[in-house]
């Protein structure tokens, strides 16, 4: 909250829900955002929903939905001598295709992994440690990738030659689109990523107007999450298709420019696995040809094509929606965040996570 | 890494200033910021600044409470 902010008061927020709770259909709304999975346990929005209205969590915890494949990457990456891993917190307790490939088992065995708050801090790291490789984990959708982008022209206009990036970006559209396509889900509307739309602005989901989903776009607080559900049953009541934007007051119709503009022509669009999902056509960014001196994938190019995961984790289908964290067989037995067996259970914007957490099951 | 922080600017200086939030200060970029100024409410992520706060758009609560009195009316 900003200060001279107001909250709604419980008595405006107990009349948006009786609106909301009118709505008898059966019907499935999906956020892909993981810090709306955790708002959404933790104000206990399920339970103040009538039973018809069935919230799932989507593929938006970034850590989540890396693959395996780019994990075992990683690990084998900071186990070499003159590599230092610079990554935000997130991917430190992350296991790849076996439990024990983590960074944190990798610390143990010697490897260099320090955690940085901002990309910046690993350009310092890279200039503090001229002998060593500094690889910067480029995570995140269109929220983080703006300051991978200005991380890279800083070293660039710096001259370094020993600070890298592991790019896995990844955008939401194409997701997104692949979800609502899928006919088994049966997607009913978004609540759409308030952090990602203050990038890519109202503008960049619009495309959900083609496929008739009614979505809003939903900032953190349990009063602008509703106010998103609000929008949404009101779409679907009135059969009006046009995005609807409750989080105004940082989302521009248009987006963040600078922002934008930074992932153009910092990045290129791939073909990028999914956890869980797949290859998704033009998904992930990574350094195009003007900043491929930096890419990590330049210099050791990723050799393994698929790896196979045979611990009965679920996550693949938690992220598509398809189960929920409790459905799977090892929540809350095997897999707890004391002891997570996958990411959705390690990352604290993990889905799994926020179900145990908060109990909501 | 998703998880935002709203900050107060309270120093600036070329693309780099300082936030505050109930006093703990902390340093941040605002290369995505234009026309930036000492006093502005800023939403930062991982050490950027990713969009200033409108305030008069976040002091309009009453908006939504309008916009609902209108769709409970046509539900009727």
């Not at chain 1, 892909?32 to 955790?38: A, I, L, M, P, R």
């Not at chain 1, 919230?55 to 989540?64: D, E, H, K, N, Y």
């Not at chain 1, 963040?256 to 999902?277: E, H, M, Q, Y």
């Not at chain 1, 094509?305 to 996550?315: A, E, L, P, S, V």
């Amino acid at each position: 909250m900003f200060a001279g902010e107001k909250m709604r008061s419980m008595k405006e927020i107990n009349k948006i829900l009786e609106y909301i709770n009118s709505f008898h259909e059966k019907i499935n709304l999906m956020e892909v955002c993981g810090t709306h999975t955790n708002a959404i346990s933790k104000f206990g929005i399920r339970s103040a929903l009538n039973k018809n209205i069935n919230l799932i969590s989507g593929p938006g915890c970034p850590v989540c939905v890396t693959p395996d494949l780019y994990l075992d990457y990683i690990y084998d990456l900071s186990l070499k001598e003159d590599v230092i891993i610079a990554t935000y917190g997130d991917m430190i307790r992350v296991p790849g295709s076996l439990p024990n490939l983590t960074l944190e088992n990798a610390k143990a065995k010697g490897a260099n992994i320090k955690m940085v708050y901002s990309s910046m801090d690993a350009v310092n790291i890279a200039e503090e440690n001229p002998l060593k490789k500094v690889v910067f984990l480029g995570i995140g959708f269109e929220t983080t990738a703006p300051a991978t982008a200005v991380a890279v022209k800083e070293a660039k206009a710096k001259g370094l030659k020993n600070f890298f990036v592991f790019s896995i970006h990844k955008l939401v559209e194409p997701v997104m689109r692949l979800l609502l396509e899928d006919e088994s889900l049966k997607i009913n509307g978004f609540i759409c990523p308030g952090h990602v739309a203050v990038v890519v602005g109202e503008k960049g989901f619009e495309f959900l107007e083609e496929y008739n989903c009614p979505s809003a776009i939903a900032g953190f607080e349990m009063d602008e999450v509703i106010d998103g559900i609000f929008y949404i049953i009101k779409s679907l009541k009135e059969k009006d298709y046009k995005i609807k934007n409750p989080y105004s007051k940082l989302v521009k119709p248009e987006g963040n420019l600078a922002a934008l503009t930074l992932i153009s022509n910092t990045f290129i669009k791939v073909d990028d696995p999914w956890r869980g999902i797949g290859t998704v056509s033009k998904s992930g960014l990574k350094l195009n040809d003007e900043y491929k001196e930096f890419d990590i994938e330049k210099l050791y190019p990723i050799t393994v094509k698929n790896t196979n995961r045979n611990n009965g984790c679920q996550c693949g289908e938690i992220l598509k929606g398809k189960l929920r964290p409790n459905e799977c067989p090892l929540f809350g037995k095997v897999c707890t965040p004391e002891n997570p067996i996958g990411p959705c259970m390690v990352s604290g914007e993990g889905s799994c996570s926020a179900y145990y957490k908060y109990s909501t099951f | 890494m998703c998880l935002g922080l709203p900050l107060k600017i309270v120093e600036i200086e070329n693309k780099e200033a300082i936030g505050e939030l109930n006093g703990v200060k902390r340093k941040i970029r605002v290369d995505l910021i234009e026309n930036l100024k000492i006093g502005d409410f800023v939403m930062v992520h991982a050490g950027f600044a990713i969009e200033k706060l409108d305030e008069s758009s976040a002091l309009e609560t009453l908006d939504i409470v309008n916009e609902l009195e209108e769709a409970v009316k046509n539900d009727k």
